[in-house]
T-cell receptor, first 116, second 114 residues
Framework: AQKITQTQPGMFVQEKEAVTLDCTYD???????LFWYKQPSSGEMIFLIY????DQQNATEGRYSLNFQKARKSANLVISASQLGDSAMYFCAMREGRGSNYQLIWGAGTKLIIKP | DADVTQTPRNRITKTGKRIMLECSQTKGHDRMYWYRQDPGLGLRLIYY???????NKGEISDGYSVSRQAQAKFSLSLESAIPNQTALYFCATSDLRGGYYGYTFGSGTRLTVV
């Protein structure tokens, strides 16, 4: 079973609009972390935002926020006031466990294209 | 200089050739990883290392080998390259300290096997 699901293979959004990229996860571990990474066409992986399972508030980093709904097991990325430079692949990832053998589990990604 | 440096950035090689991808880091992280990304897909783990003496296979290790020469260096080898190993390869590092648990990535190596 997929542990990280990104249901939107691709999205087109008008510049300056807000964007929500979906991510649902599956884990029975009470301690976990959720990440979003951006991959522009140049290929590098850029860390955007992190949410721990015990964090009481939704994480925010500038124009990025993570809409964390624990009961629904969702961790959607919200980009406010989208810009042309936001066009990229976006990956959601989960870290399970707190022990030394943790791994990041990756979703398949969403390709976001911002239209001028 | 980048925290995680991968060389080469791009490489075209012929089927059957041996090729090595190198990764070095200045983060001081203990953990290093090699991932493969195919077009339109997420990242798949090839090998990972928690320290110099600890090497582990990931989900797609067949056809690959690794060497952790030092805490800061982790190389990936394709002993006999085949066309379906054409992909974007990433090295990453991580550290348990600080509670963040995230990864720092290199810029990637685009490998084409013809």
């Amino acid at each position: 079973a997929q542990k990280i699901t990104q249901t939107q293979p691709g999205m087109f959004v008008q510049e300056k609009e807000a964007v929500t990229l979906d991510c649902t996860y599956d884990t029975s571990d009470p301690s976990y972390g959720l990440f979003w990474y951006k991959q522009p066409s140049s290929g590098e992986m850029i860390f955007l935002i992190y949410q721990g399972s015990y964090d009481q508030q939704n994480a925010t980093e500038g124009r990025y926020s993570l809409n964390f709904q624990k009961a629904r097991k969702s961790a959607n990325l919200v980009i406010s006031a989208s810009q042309l430079g936001d066009s990229a692949m976006y990956f959601c990832a989960m870290r399970e466990g707190r022990g030394s053998n943790y791994q990041l589990i990756w979703g398949a990604g969403t390709k976001l294209i911002i239209k001028p | 200089d980048a925290d995680v440096t991968q060389t080469p950035r791009n490489r075209i090689t012929k089927t059957g050739k041996r090729i090595m991808l190198e990764c070095s880091q200045t983060k001081g992280h203990d953990r290093m990883y090699w991932y493969r990304q195919d077009p339109g897909l997420g990242l798949r783990l090839i090998y990972y290392s928690f320290d110099v003496k600890d090497i582990n296979k990931g989900e797609i290790s067949d056809g690959y080998s690794v060497s952790r020469q030092a805490q800061a260096k982790f190389s990936l080898s394709l002993e006999s390259a085949i066309p379906n190993q054409t992909a974007l390869y990433f090295c990453a590092t991580s550290d348990l300290r600080g509670g963040y648990y995230g990864y720092t990535f290199g810029s990637g190596t685009r490998l084409t096997v013809v």
